[in-house]
T-cell receptor, first 113, second 114 residues
Framework: DAKTTQPNSMESNEEEPVHLPCNHS???????IHWYRQLPSQGPEYVIH???SNVNNRMASLAIAEDRKSSTLILHRATLRDAAVYYC??????????????FGKGTLLTVNP | NAGVTQTPKFQVLKTGQSMTLQCAQD?????MSWYRQDPGMGLRLIHY???????DQGEVPNGYNVSRSTTEDFPLRLLSAAPSQTSVYFC?????????????FGPGTRLTVL
């Protein structure tokens, strides 16, 4: 399985941009990069996903390195509601299945007022 | 749409008891899955299904059974509960797209086995 590496925790101030890094040096050519977040006492919530090109949506931007060995989730203006655990996940294609998401421990983002 | 619903929200079992965690979705998603999350850990996949009548094992399937008789429902059965199964259980669903797309998660069932 292709693995991801994320910092255990990061801190940000409210209304400032946040860049959450993820390393995935063993990514295969057709693995998609997904980001989810989990607010306290809630189920995970989809944030964004991409393959090769940078992606934007209403929640965040995803910047993917040219060699695809790393990516960065960008929250343009952090709010207190963005405090959560952020998971960087590669679509797992092992065993002939391309539907599994393998979660690591993620990055705990703390947002200071 | 109600999205992904799970019942019950909380459950306490004694060792050896059996029970079924219910999961339903009203989005006509082909793919459904069950995860467990232990304190301070990420989610681990228990079982998943890519359509009615098709199920497969995930990372930690032992002690759990599933079936998928309809598109909407994907119950998780604990045959003989053990304290090691104390966890929060999440059900998820999505369309069976090649990039998987957005996976929708339920609110979770918090299970304690004494």
């Amino acid at each position: 399985d292709a693995k991801t590496t994320q910092p255990n925790s990061m801190e940000s101030n409210e209304e400032e941009p946040v860049h959450l890094p993820c390393n995935h040096s063993t990514i295969s050519g057709t693995d998609y990069i997904h980001w989810y977040r989990q607010l306290p006492s809630q189920g995970p919530e989809y944030v964004i996903h991409g393959l090769t090109s940078n992606v934007n949506n209403r929640m965040a931007s995803l910047a993917i390195a040219e060699d695809r060995k790393s990516s960065t989730l960008i929250l343009h203006r952090a709010t207190l509601r963005d405090a959560a655990v952020y998971y960087c996940i590669l679509r797992d294609r092992s065993g002939g299945s391309n539907y599994k998401l393998t979660f690591g421990k993620g990055t705990l983002l703390t947002v200071n007022p | 749409n109600a999205g992904v619903t799970q019942t019950p929200k909380f459950q306490v079992l004694k060792t050896g008891q059996s029970m079924t965690l219910q999961c339903a979705q009203d989005m006509n998603h082909e793919y459904m899955s069950w995860y467990r999350q232990d304190p301070g850990m990420g989610l681990r996949l228990i079982h998943y299904s890519v359509g009615a009548g098709i199920t497969d094992q995930g990372e930690v399937p032992n002690g759990y059974n599933v079936s998928r008789s309809t598109t909407e429902d994907f119950p998780l059965r604990l045959l003989s509960a053990a304290p090691s199964q104390t966890s929060v259980y999440f059900c998820a669903s999505s369309y069976a797209r090649v990039d998987m797309g957005e996976q929708f998660f339920g609110p979770g069932t918090r299970l304690t086995v004494l």
